[in-house]
């Protein structure tokens, strides 16, 4: 098992930039998927951003070009930075670790955008 857990979320005026943190309990070096989900109120949690064991990355339409998914394997960390935030990127946002067979949740950091 691996443990996930969140961090960076916050209220941020539209325009602005957050960098969300998601630290795992053990090494990531094999892990064959990472990314982040996010879940707005009343809506189905989607994808944000993946970042594969090979270091390819995949964002959702509404993302690109404004957010950046990266890792660093030595600190165990995948981080998103969201750039140029609009008001509907208003969410939890989920840090997710697929392994095939296995897959892990963190439990989430809100973010929020104004204007």
């Known amino acids: 098992q691996v443990q996930l857990v969140e961090s960076g979320g916050g209220l941020v005026q539209a325009g602005g930039s957050l960098r969300l943190s998601c630290a795992a309990s053990?090494?990531?070096?094999?892990?064959?998927?990472m990314g982040w989900y996010r879940q707005a109120p009343g809506k189905q949690r989607e994808l944000v951003a993946i970042?594969?064991?090979?270091?390819?990355?995949s964002y959702t339409d509404s993302v690109k070009g404004r957010f950046t998914i990266s890792r660093d394997n030595a600190k165990n960390t995948v981080y998103l930075q969201m750039n140029s935030l609009k008001p509907e990127d208003t969410a939890i946002y989920y840090c997710?670790?697929?392994?095939?067979?296995?897959?892990?949740w963190g439990q989430g950091t809100q973010v929020t955008v104004s204007s």
């Open positions: 997710n670790a697929d392994e095939r067979i296995f897959t892990y």
């Open positions: 053990r090494s990531i070096f094999n892990i064959n998927r």
């Open positions: 970042i594969t064991k090979g270091g390819s990355t």
